[in-house]
């Protein structure tokens, strides 16, 4: 069976999010969808959908998960998975 890892992105160059761009992705981070953000910031949820486009864009990734994945290591997001016990497996 084969494993896929996602490569990081070099983000040596600054990556640089709108207020906007950066309050959608954390709410993704948070487990929210398109609608539920919508109603969260008043904007549709096609807006959301776009900011996670461009997200997704400067970070050079394809899906929302890998945007919250490579955000949170970079420390541009919290994921709530920080705290005690965060990495432990469960029973």
Wanted: glycine share 6%.
């Amino acid at each position: 069976m084969q494993t896929h890892r996602i490569k990081p992105p070099d983000l040596s160059v600054d990556v640089r999010l709108s207020h906007r761009e950066r309050e959608c992705l954390s709410w993704v981070a948070q487990g929210k969808s398109s609608t539920d953000i919508a109603c969260i910031l008043n904007i549709s949820p096609r807006t959301v959908d776009s900011y996670m486009e461009k997200v997704c864009a400067k970070l050079r990734v394809r899906t929302r998960i890998e945007a919250v994945a490579i955000a949170a290591s970079e420390g541009l997001v919290s994921t709530g998975w920080e705290g005690e016990g965060a990495g432990q497996e469960l029973l």
